[in-house]
C-alpha cells in the first residue's frame, strides 16, 4: 500500500512539472504558483499549467476577460487581475474554477456587473472589486456566489442600491461600499444577508439613515456612515438589535434625537466626532453603552449638558468631549468636570465669548464672507445670514452647499457656475419666487435640490440645464397649481419628486412623461380630485406614489395600470366613502404596503381586494367609518395593519373578521361599536351571537332554515 501510494505521488509531481511555464511568467518549482505580472499582455496566456493554484496576472492590459478564459486551469485557488485595463467581463469567463476562493480584479475599469459575470465561482470566499467604473449591478449578479465571505466595491461609480441586489450572499461577512456615491439604498436592498456583520457605507452622499434597509440586516454588529452629508438623526432612525458599533463621523450633524438609538440596545460604542453638534442629551436605551466620541463638534459645557454629564457618570460611560466654551471651560475635557459644576448665571460676557482665531487666507480654502466653510467635510453653511445674493467664492471642492433661510426672492443665470463637484444644495425658505433658466448650470454633480418652503409657482423647462445628474427634486410648501410637465426633460435621472403641499388640482395626461426613471412620487396635501387614466403611463419604474390628503373620491384605478413595481400607496385623508371590486388590481402583485385610513369610509367591496395577499405587509384602515370588512384571509403575510377607530358591528356578518383577527399574532386595534352589549369589546375577545341560519355558509341562498312551528316566524326570517 506503502509504495502504491508513493507511486501515485511521483505519478502527479511528474505530470505538473511535465507542464513548461511560459516564456513571460515566472513558476515556481512544481508550477503552482505562476506570476506573470507587469508583461503587457493583451490576453490571458493560453498555455498555463494545468495545475496552477495560484495565477497572478496583474498590471497587463486585457480589456475583456472572454468566456472560458481560465477553462484550462481549474484547479486554481487564488487570481489576481488588479490594475489590468479590464473592461468587459464575458459570460461564462470563470465557469471553470470551481476552486476558486480568492479574485481580485480592483484597480480596472469595469462598469456594469452582469447577471453571468461571476458563474461557476462556487467556493469563492473574497472578491475585490474596489477602483474600477461600476455603476450598475444587475439582478442576479451574485447569485452563484454562496460561499462569498467578503466584497469590496470600494470607490466606484455606485449612486443606487435596487432591491435584493446582493441576493445569493448568504455566507458575506463583510462588504465595504465606501468612496462610492450612493444616494439612494432601496429598502430590500440588504435582505437575505443573514450573515453580515460589517458594513461600510462611509464616503457617500447619504443625506438620511436608510433606516428599513439596514433594519434587514439582523446581525451586523459594526456599521460605518461617517463622511456622509447628514445634518439630523432622527427618533428611531437606527433598528438594529445586534449591532455594537457605530460609527456617524465627520458628517454635518447638527441635531441627534435622544430617541434616535433606543432600538438598537446592544450599541457599546459611538462615533460622532467631527460634525456640528452643539448640545446632546441623555441617549435612551444605551444602557450597553461604553464608549461615545464627541471630540470636534461645538458643544457648550454649561447649565444644558448637565442632565448629559450625569447619566454619563451613572454609566460610568468612557465620553470623549472638549468643551467648546465658556471660556473658563474651553479646552477641558467633560471627565474632568463635576455635573455640578455645569452652570448657567449671570457670568460675565467675556465668560461665553469663544476666542477669535485669525490666519492668513489661504486661497486653495476659498470661503465667502458670510458662510462657515468646513474644509474636512467640504462643506459651506450660510444657513441665515439675512443674504439677499447667492454669495460668491466657494471652494471648487466644495460638495454641500446650505443657503437656507436667506432672502434670495431670484435665482440668477450661472449663480453657481465652477460648482461642478456640489451633490447637496439647500435652498429652502429664501423667499424664492423665480429661477431663472440655467440658474444651475456647470453643477453637473448635483444629486439632492432643496427648494422647499418658496413662493415658486411655475418653473421654465430650462431651469434645470445642465444639472443632469439630480436624483431628489424638493418643491414641496411652494405655489404649484400644476406639475411642470416639460421641466423634467433636463432631468434624465429624477429619482424623486417633492410637491407636496402646494394647490395641485389635477394630475393630467402624461403630467410626469419626461421623467422616466422616477421611481417616489409624493403630491400629499394638495387639492387634488382628478387624475388622468394615462397620467403615469411613461412612469414604469414607480415605487412609491403618495396621494395623500387631497380631494379624492375614488380610488384612481385607471392611472394605476402598468404600474407594476408599485410597492407603496397612500391615499389616507382623501374623501373615499367607497372602494369598489378590482380597485387595486393593477398593482396586486407588487404593493406591499397600503394607506387607506382617515378617509371616512363607509363600504369596502367583497372583491375590493382582489388580487393581494401575500405579498401585503401593512395595511392601514384605522379611523374609518367602517362596519364590516370582506373576507380577509388572502392577507396570510401582514406584519403590521391596523383597525382602530372604526364602529364595526359585532354580528353574525363580522363573525369571519373576528376569527381571522383571533388567528392573528398581531395588534389589530378592532373594537365593536354594536350591538350594546358589545360596545367597546375588542372584535379579538368578543363573544359573537350567531345569527340563525348563518354560520357555516358562504352566502345567504344556502342558509340552514330551522324547524319553526309558526308562519308569523317563518316570514320575519326570510325578511332577514
Given amino acids: 500500500?506503502?509504495?502504491?501510494?508513493?507511486?501515485?505521488?511521483?505519478?502527479?509531481?511528474?505530470?505538473?512539472?511535465?507542464?513548461?511555464?511560459?516564456?513571460?511568467?515566472?513558476?515556481?518549482?512544481?508550477?503552482?504558483?505562476?506570476?506573470?505580472?507587469?508583461?503587457?499582455?493583451?490576453?490571458?496566456?493560453a498555455n498555463i499549467p494545468q495545475y496552477t493554484q495560484k495565477l497572478i496576472l496583474q498590471k497587463n492590459e486585457f480589456k475583456v476577460i472572454p468566456s472560458g478564459a481560465f477553462f484550462p486551469t481549474p484547479y486554481l485557488t487564488h487570481l489576481n487581475l488588479q490594475n489590468c485595463?479590464?473592461?468587459?467581463?464575458?459570460?461564462?469567463?470563470f465557469r471553470n474554477l470551481a476552486r476558486l476562493r480568492y479574485l481580485n480584479l480592483g484597480s480596472n475599469r469595469i462598469n456594469i456587473i452582469h447577471q453571468e459575470s461571476f458563474d461557476g465561482l462556487s467556493s469563492l470566499e473574497n472578491l475585490i472589486l474596489e477602483k474600477n467604473r461600476i455603476e450598475e449591478i444587475k439582478a442576479g449578479a451574485f447569485s452563484q456566489l454562496g460561499a462569498l465571505n467578503f466584497l469590496n466595491l470600494e470607490d466606484n461609480f455606485l449612486v443606487y442600491l435596487p432591491d435584493m441586489v446582493f441576493q445569493g450572499l448568504l455566507?458575506?461577512?463583510?462588504?465595504?461600499?465606501?468612496?462610492?456615491m450612493i444616494s439612494i439604498v432601496s429598502t430590500e436592498t440588504f435582505a437575505v444577508l443573514p450573515n453580515l456583520k460589517r458594513l461600510n457605507?462611509?464616503?457617500?452622499?447619504?443625506?438620511?439613515?436608510?433606516?428599513?434597509?439596514?433594519?434587514?440586516?439582523?446581525?451586523?454588529?459594526?456599521?460605518?456612515?461617517?463622511?456622509?452629508?447628514?445634518t439630523f438623526i432622527l427618533e428611531e432612525a437606527l433598528q438594529m438589535a445586534s449591532l455594537k458599533q457605530l460609527f456617524l463621523n465627520n458628517m454635518a450633524l447638527q441635531d441627534v434625537s435622544y430617541k434616535a438609538f433606543e432600538k438598537s440596545k446592544q450599541l457599546s460604542f459611538i462615533d460622532m466626532s467631527n460634525n456640528q453638534i452643539r448640545t446632546i442629551q441623555p441617549l435612551s436605551g444605551m444602557e450597553q453603552l461604553k464608549s461615545l466620541n464627541l471630540t470636534g463638534n461645538s458643544i457648550i459645557c454649561d447649565c444644558f449638558l448637565r442632565q448629559f454629564k450625569e447619566w454619563a457618570d451613572v454609566l460610568r460611560l468612557k465620553v470623549d468631549l472638549i468643551c467648546f466654551g465658556p471660556s473658563h471651560f474651553l479646552g477641558d475635557h467633560l471627565d474632568s468636570l463635576r455635573a455640578i459644576d455645569l452652570k448657567c448665571g449671570n457670568f460675565p460676557e467675556e465668560v461665553y465669548k469663544l476666542p477669535i482665531v485669525t490666519e492668513k487666507p489661504d486661497v486653495e480654502n476659498l470661503c465667502p464672507q458670510s458662510c462657515d466653510c468646513k474644509t474636512n467635510v467640504k462643506h459651506a453653511i450660510c444657513d441665515n445670514k439675512s443674504l439677499q445674493k447667492i454669495p460668491k467664492g466657494f471652494n471648487e471642492d466644495t460638495t454641500l452647499i446650505d443657503l437656507r433661510r436667506n432672502s434670495f426672492h431670484s435665482v440668477p443665470k450661472g449663480a453657481f457656475l465652477n460648482m461642478k463637484n456640489v451633490a447637496s444644495l439647500h435652498l429652502q425658505n429664501c423667499e424664492i419666487n423665480e429661477i431663472q433658466p440655467g440658474a444651475f448650470m456647470g453643477m453637473r454633480n448635483l444629486l439632492y435640490l432643496y427648494l422647499s418652503h418658496n413662493k415658486i409657482s411655475s418653473l421654465n423647462p430650462n431651469v434645470f440645464e445642465g444639472a443632469t445628474k439630480i436624483g431628489y427634486l424638493f418643491l414641496d410648501h411652494n405655489?404649484?397649481?400644476?406639475?411642470?410637465?416639460?421641466?423634467?426633460?433636463?432631468?434624465?435621472?429624477?429619482?424623486?419628486?417633492?410637491?407636496?403641499?402646494?394647490?395641485?388640482?389635477?394630475?393630467?395626461?402624461?403630467?410626469?412623461?419626461?421623467?422616466r426613471k422616477l421611481h417616489w412620487l409624493y403630491v400629499t396635501g394638495n387639492q387634488i380630485d382628478y387624475i388622468a387614466p394615462t397620467a403615469f403611463r411613461n412612469v414604469r419604474d414607480l415605487e412609491k406614489l403618495y396621494?395623500?390628503?387631497?380631494m379624492l373620491s375614488e380610488v384612481p384605478t385607471q392611472a394605476l395600470k402598468g404600474m407594476n413595481k408599485l410597492i407603496e400607496l397612500r391615499l389616507s385623508k382623501n374623501p373615499i366613502k367607497n372602494i369598489g371590486n378590482g380597485a387595486f388590481v393593477p398593482v396586486s402583485k407588487s404593493i406591499q404596503h397600503l394607506y387607506l385610513n382617515d378617509m371616512r369610509l363607509q363600504q369596502i367591496s367583497n372583491g375590493a381586494f382582489l388580487g393581494l395577499g401575500k405579498n401585503i405587509k401593512s395595511l392601514y384602515l384605522e379611523n374609518n367609518n367602517l362596519q364590516n370588512l370582506p373576507n380577509m384571509k388572502m392577507f396570510n403575510g401582514l406584519e403590521v395593519i391596523n383597525l382602530a377607530n372604526n364602529p364595526f358591528n359585532c354580528d353574525c356578518r363580522l363573525l369571519h373578521l373576528h376569527r381571522w383577527i383571533s388567528g392573528l399574532n398581531l395588534k389589530v386595534g378592532a373594537t365593536c361599536a354594536t350591538p350594546k352589549n358589545l360596545r367597546g369589546q375588542k372584535v379579538r375577545n368578543a363573544k359573537f351571537v350567531l345569527c340563525p341560519g348563518w354560520e357555516g355558509n358562504k352566502n345567504r341562498n344556502k342558509r340552514k332554515i330551522p324547524a319553526i312551528s309558526t308562519s308569523k316566524t317563518k316570514a320575519k326570517k326570510y325578511k332577514q
Fill in 201 to 230: 457605507l462611509d464616503h457617500n452622499e447619504l443625506q438620511y439613515l436608510p433606516t428599513e434597509a439596514l433594519t434587514r440586516l439582523s446581525s451586523l454588529t459594526r456599521l460605518e456612515l461617517g463622511w456622509n452629508p447628514m
Fill in 479 to 515: 405655489k404649484f397649481t400644476h406639475i411642470p410637465k416639460e421641466t423634467f426633460r433636463s432631468l434624465p435621472n429624477l429619482f424623486s419628486l417633492h410637491m407636496q403641499n402646494n394647490t395641485i388640482t389635477s394630475l393630467s395626461n402624461n403630467n410626469i412623461a419626461m421623467a
Fill in 1 to 45: 500500500m506503502l509504495i502504491l501510494h508513493s507511486f501515485l505521488i511521483l505519478f502527479f509531481t511528474s505530470l505538473i512539472r511535465s507542464d513548461p511555464c511560459p516564456q513571460v511568467c515566472i513558476c515556481d518549482n512544481i508550477k503552482t504558483f505562476v506570476t506573470c505580472a507587469n508583461k503587457n499582455l493583451t490576453e490571458i496566456p
Fill in 171 to 180: 455566507q458575506l461577512k463583510w462588504m465595504r461600499l465606501s468612496k462610492n
Fill in 547 to 550: 396621494l395623500d390628503q387631497n
Fill in 85 to 93: 485595463s479590464i473592461e468587459t467581463i464575458e459570460e461564462g469567463a
